[in-house]
């Protein structure tokens, strides 16, 4: 089975543009969280979507947001960008909305610059 | 706040020696605990996890680790370690009934020396 999937896997922007990121579950998983990793430090959750509701969100700014779609895919939304932005964006998907092993995709890579 | 602390930023042992990476969190509810491990240029991967039941819990590549309640530690051992053992190790807390919020350590690079 296909592990879980993001792209792009890396991205350059500038300050002040917008980035949408993707992810595609472990088939059969309804739940996808986004987490930043900043280079150094341990991941930071961002959000979870579980059948396509929003189900935590962590101390992030309104410039970012997320969705899932009906095939359980997920994006990640993030406007205005700021230097501060540059990370390793990973997805994690799990079966259920919680009390679950959550499995980690590759990440993107967003430098901005 | 929720906080997990990992006790060491970077070990180095050489191989054969014994690991124990410490991990502790500040949460007084239930929870469940994992470590995942992150090889160089790899995705994060899950060690071993607990959720309920038998405190000393197993895991993939020769690892265990210890849940101790009293001590709000889940600290990660392995008897003898091997170069391929090289990697970042996280440990991870769950608060239970509060979604897939995973809060995560800093991290602990471990160097295994040949």
């Known amino acids: 089975d296909a592990g879980v999937t993001q792209s792009p896997t890396h991205l350059i922007k500038t300050r002040g543009q917008h980035v949408t990121l993707r992810c595609s579950p472990i088939s059969g998983h309804k739940s996808v969280s986004w987490y930043q990793q900043v280079l150094g430090q341990g991941p930071q959750f961002i959000f979870q979507y579980y059948e396509k509701e929003e189900r935590g969100r962590g101390n992030f700014p309104d410039r970012f947001s997320a969705r899932q779609f009906p095939n359980y895919s997920s994006e990640l939304n993030v406007n205005a960008l700021l230097l501060g932005d540059s990370a390793l964006y990973l997805c994690?998907?799990?079966?259920?909305?919680?009390?679950?092993?959550?499995?980690f995709g590759p990440g993107t890579r967003l430098l901005v610059l | 706040a929720q906080s997990v602390s990992q006790h060491n930023h970077h070990v180095i042992l050489s191989e054969a020696a014994s690991l124990e990476l410490g991990c502790n969190y500040s949460?007084?509810?239930?929870?469940?605990l994992f470590w995942y491990v992150q090889y160089p240029g790899q995705h994060l991967q899950l060690l071993l996890k607990y959720f309920s039941g038998d405190p000393l819990v197993k895991g993939i590549k020769g690892f265990e680790a210890e849940f101790i309640k009293s001590k709000f530690s889940f600290n990660l051992r392995k008897p003898s370690v091997q170069w391929s053992d090289t990697a970042e190790y996280f440990c991870?807390?769950?608060?239970?009934?509060?979604?897939?919020?995973?809060?995560f350590g800093p991290g602990t690079r471990l160097s295994v020396l040949p």
């Open positions: 994690a998907s799990s079966l259920a909305w919680e009390g679950e092993t959550q499995y």
């Open positions: 991870a807390v769950m608060r239970v009934n509060y979604g897939q919020n995973f809060v």
């Open positions: 949460y007084g509810g239930t929870v469940n």
